[in-house]
């Protein structure tokens, strides 16, 4: 048996063991023989070393330079197109989420519109059936792109919020039962929202200042139905507070870092994150790196350091490997991040150019393909 480094992994060589990722998911069983896709899955899931069986060990060259691969410090980094709708794993993804969607609607409307009493632990066991579809939490974040056309819902919204929250809870290393609590807060938090106008919430344009006034209330609204239902005291003040910032700037209490609950604190970065990159009436979903790039514009004032600093240089691995689409209308694979400006990774071109787009002015990535 043999320790190598991911990128030292070649096809054709077999796992001595099982390969887990530091959340302790599985990403390669033992006695796996290594494909292209298996090396891109053990890398995009930060895996360091993997165990491999010594005899088995196929000595393979390394090209100095070939169309899906470049070297990079010392490293090969494979290059992967974006999701394959088509994949097994994709449809049980698409399945469970739908279904869910439909749970979700008949479940949180007759909480509100009926005074129907709240059963936290099977709506949030509906939602676990969802991650549970995947092979990796980060995979979830690019599946979810590919949902980003789906009508722009509360339900929606929340679905995506809550499975944000649940892996953004891994990257923190919380503890299971907490991972649970902060995914059932994203569940619940936007449901004041029902209690809102839906003509207002779902204008196709600029809210008036007294439109607006109506929506701010609606955090509000959801503690006060939350706490007359049997749920947790986290999951009402997610509700109540997943519009606070930290630096005192948000709504409705304008209350600063050391007043707000930590939970709606990881919920209000997976609420904007989900905010920005769906589709809204008056625009279409905004591109991930955008969004990264507006919170590193942000700086840490605004949210907790640990937890904005955790989810960024997180979510932007999620992307390495995905086709993207510059505002110079060129296409191109995400390959390298930026660590310094994560919003501004290396791009290689489809006609095998490289675009570091941190030293590239005024060229951004516009979407996700």
Same mark, same amino acid.
């Given at each position: 048996? !043999?320790?190598?480094?991911?990128?030292?992994?070649?096809?054709?060589?077999?796992?001595?063991?099982?390969?887990?990722?530091?959340?302790?998911?599985?990403?390669?069983?033992?006695?796996?023989?290594?494909?292209?896709?298996?090396?891109?899955?053990?890398?995009? /899931?930060?895996?360091?070393?993997?165990?491999?069986?010594?005899?088995?060990?196929?000595?393979?060259?390394?090209? #100095?330079? $070939?169309?899906?691969? +470049?070297?990079?410090?010392?490293?090969?980094?494979? *290059?992967?197109?974006?999701?394959?709708?088509?994949?097994?794993?994709?449809?049980?993804?698409?399945?469970?989420?739908?279904?869910?969607?439909?749970?979700?609607?008949?479940? *949180?409307?007759?909480?509100?519109?009926?005074?129907?009493?709240?059963?936290? &632990?099977?709506?949030? $066991?509906?939602?676990?059936?969802?991650?549970?579809?995947?092979?990796?939490? +980060?995979?979830?974040?690019?599946?979810?792109?590919?949902?980003?056309?789906?009508? &722009?819902?509360?339900?929606?919204?929340?679905?995506?919020?809550?499975?944000?929250? =649940?892996?953004?809870? @891994?990257?923190?290393?919380?503890?299971?039962?907490?991972?649970?609590?902060?995914?059932?807060? %994203?569940?619940?938090?936007?449901?004041?929202?029902?209690?809102?106008?839906?003509?207002? *919430?779902? !204008?196709?344009?600029?809210?008036?200042?007294?439109?607006?006034?109506?929506?701010?209330?609606?955090?509000?609204?959801?503690?006060?139905?939350?706490?007359?239902?049997?749920?947790?005291?986290? *999951?009402?003040? #997610?509700?109540?507070?997943? @519009? $606070? !910032?930290?630096?005192?700037?948000?709504?409705?209490?304008?209350?600063?870092?050391?007043?707000?609950?930590?939970? #709606?604190?990881?919920?209000?970065?997976?609420?904007?994150?989900?905010?920005?990159?769906?589709?809204?009436?008056?625009?279409?979903?905004?591109?991930?790196?955008?969004?990264?790039?507006?919170?590193?514009?942000?700086?840490?004032?605004?949210? $907790?350091? @640990?937890?904005?600093?955790?989810?960024?240089? @997180?979510?932007?691995?999620?992307?390495? =490997?995905?086709?993207?689409?510059?505002? =110079?209308?060129?296409?191109?694979?995400?390959?390298?991040? /930026?660590?310094? =400006?994560?919003?501004?990774?290396?791009? !290689?071109? #489809? &006609?095998?150019?490289?675009?570091?787009?941190?030293?590239?002015? %005024?060229?951004?990535?516009?979407?996700?393909?």
């Amino acid at each position: 048996m !043999k320790t190598l480094f991911a990128s030292d992994l070649r096809e054709g060589m077999v796992t001595a063991a099982d390969t887990y990722t530091d959340q302790g998911y599985l990403v390669v069983p033992k006695d796996t023989v290594l494909t292209k896709n298996l090396i891109t899955r053990i890398i995009n /899931n930060n895996v360091l070393t993997v165990e491999i069986t010594g005899e088995d060990i196929v000595t393979a060259k390394k090209p #100095a330079e $070939e169309d899906n691969k +470049l070297m990079l410090t010392g490293e090969f980094i494979d *290059i992967s197109k974006s999701v394959d709708t088509t994949t097994k794993q994709y449809q049980m993804f698409k399945k469970a989420y739908d279904s869910n969607i439909e749970n979700l609607s008949d479940k *949180i409307n007759d909480v509100v519109h009926k005074n129907a009493p709240i059963d936290v &632990d099977d709506m949030l $066991e509906n939602t676990l059936e969802i991650v549970k579809s995947t092979n990796s939490p +980060l995979s979830i974040f690019t599946m979810l792109s590919t949902l980003k056309n789906y009508d &722009d819902s509360t339900f929606n919204h929340s679905l995506n919020v809550s499975l944000i929250c =649940n892996i953004f809870g @891994h990257w923190l290393n919380l503890s299971e039962k907490d991972i649970e609590l902060v995914t059932a807060c %994203g569940l619940f938090h936007d449901i004041g929202k029902l209690l809102i106008p839906q003509e207002i *919430i779902k !204008k196709p344009g600029k809210l008036t200042d007294e439109e607006f006034a109506i929506v701010k209330t609606h955090p509000k609204k959801g503690y006060d139905l939350l706490k007359t239902k049997n749920v947790d005291p986290h *999951i009402q003040m #997610a509700a109540l507070m997943h @519009h $606070e !910032k930290c630096d005192g700037s948000g709504y409705p209490m304008r209350l600063t870092g050391d007043k707000i609950d930590w939970c #709606a604190k990881i919920v209000t970065i997976a609420d904007i994150y989900e905010a920005m990159t769906a589709k809204r009436v008056y625009r279409g979903p905004l591109s991930p790196f955008k969004v990264i790039s507006m919170f590193e514009d942000d700086g840490l004032k605004k949210y $907790e350091p @640990h937890y904005i600093l955790t989810f960024l240089e @997180h979510v932007v691995n999620s992307y390495v =490997n995905c086709r993207v689409k510059l505002s =110079n209308g060129a296409e191109g694979d995400v390959i390298f991040i /930026n660590k310094v =400006n994560l919003s501004k990774p290396l791009i !290689k071109t #489809a &006609d095998n150019n490289f675009i570091d787009l941190s030293k590239s002015n %005024g060229i951004s990535i516009e979407s996700i393909l």
